[in-house]
Nanobody, 127 residues
Framework: QVQLVESGGGTVQTGGSLRLSCAASVRTFSFYAMGWFRQAPGKEREFLAR????????YYSDSVKGRFTISRDNAKGTVSLQMNSLKPEDTAVYYC????????????????????WGQGTQVTVSS
């Protein structure tokens, strides 16, 4: 079983930056690809970024490409999301998630790919 705990959320002004972290309580952290998602009120959960088990490959949604950067530290069992140039439309609850399965380019952005989820952290971007 994998337990994930996000931190680093808060309120920031438009154009500001935040860094989210997610700590995993599992010895075999490097066995899991990791993803970040977000969910705004009244909307579906949205894929943002994914990083491979080794950290050598990353994938981003068009909505955050060039502004957000995903990274991981397998020795510490953490994955981070650096968010720059934040906009009011980035306001949402942000979740990290773990995927133990082999990469599939056709569905890595589906929430159903990820059996393990954190509880979420709120990010609010004020205008």
């Amino acid at each position: 079983q994998v337990q994930l705990v996000e931190s680093g959320g808060g309120t920031v002004q438009t154009g500001g930056s935040l860094r989210l972290s997610c700590a995993a309580s599992v010895r075999t952290f490097s066995f899991y690809a990791m993803g970040w998602f977000r969910q705004a009120p009244g909307k579906e959960r949205e894929f943002l970024a994914r990083i491979s088990r080794s950290g050598s490959s990353t994938y981003y949604s068009d909505s955050v490409k060039g502004r957000f950067t995903i990274s991981r530290d397998n020795a510490k069992g953490t994955v981070s999301l650096q968010m720059n140039s934040l906009k009011p439309e980035d306001t949402a609850v942000y979740y990290c998630a773990a995927d133990p399965r082999i990469f599939d380019s056709s569905n890595y952005y589906y929430t159903s790919r990820y059996p393990y989820w954190g509880q979420g952290t709120q990010v609010t971007v004020s205008s």
